[in-house]
């Protein structure tokens, strides 16, 4: 089964508005990845966070990690329309060292 | 840059014909890994390999096969086509320490099979 999974699985806002996805996964982790696909492209990573890490920044990205829960969020703050894409979180657990893939959320901002 | 790339985007195949997928990366990356993108399904791991010559299956390895001669070539092998092998195929390189470090992803190779 799936380790991380995004919601919602669809957003849809104004361009510079906030957009917010959420990543819940099931078993304790190393780490976990956001990654950006564009429509039909390959993934580019985004940001990792590790599990002893509690949030980190990179530009218009927070991700926050609460392990407690299982939960992570990322925050695209003053959302453009080049940041429709769908984004994907991605762990690894404690007990494997693969990387599991959720199945995404489809962010569309509109101009 | 790390860059990461696919000899196809786009491959129309014959069900029972033999396909090659071929990815190459230029940052000496020692493992490499083949995924599948379905609609629904997300990435599933094919196979990964974390050396020259060296191999291991991922969660779908059935009715594929892959080589690495070379460090930076890794090829994906469809032994006979089918139908359900219609997908999206995205390679990547990351340095060792295996999947606990960034991916690098080429821009993924869509394959129909008729």
């Known amino acids: 089964s799936q380790q991380g999974e995004e919601d919602p699985q669809a957003l849809s806002i104004q361009e510079g508005e906030n957009a917010t996805m959420n990543c819940s996964y099931k078993?304790?982790?190393?780490?976990l990845q956001w990654y950006r696909q564009n429509s039909g492209r390959g993934l580019v990573h985004l940001i990792l966070?590790?599990?002893?890490?509690r949030e980190k920044h990179s530009g218009r990205l927070r991700v926050t990690l609460d392990t407690s829960k299982k939960s992570s969020s990322l925050l695209i703050t003053a959302s453009r329309a080049a940041d429709t894409a769908s984004y994907f979180c991605?762990?690894?657990?404690?007990?494997?060292?693969?990387?599991?893939f959720g199945s995404g959320t489809r962010l569309l901002v509109r101009p | 840059d790390v860059k990461v790339t696919q000899s196809s985007r786009y491959l129309v195949k014959r069900t029972g014909e033999k396909v090659f997928l071929e990815c190459v990366q230029d940052?000496?990356?020692?493992?490499m890994f083949w995924y599948r993108q379905d609609p629904g399904l997300g990435l599933r791991l094919i196979y990964f390999?974390?050396?020259?010559?060296?191999?291991e299956k991922g969660d779908i390895p059935e009715g594929y096969s892959v080589s690495r001669e070379k460090k930076e070539r890794f090829s994906l092998i469809l032994e006979s086509a089918s139908t359900n092998q219609t997908s999206m195929y995205l390679c990547?390189?990351?340095?060792?320490?295996?999947?606990?470090?960034?991916?690098?992803f080429g821009p993924g190779t869509r394959l129909l099979v008729l």
């Open positions: 990547a390189s990351s340095t060792a320490g295996g999947f606990q470090e960034t991916q690098y």
């Open positions: 078993t304790s982790i190393n780490n």
């Open positions: 966070i590790r599990s002893n890490e």
């Open positions: 991605a762990t690894t657990r404690l007990s494997s060292y693969k990387l599991i």
């Open positions: 940052m000496d990356h020692e493992n």
């Open positions: 390999s974390y050396d020259v010559k060296m191999k």
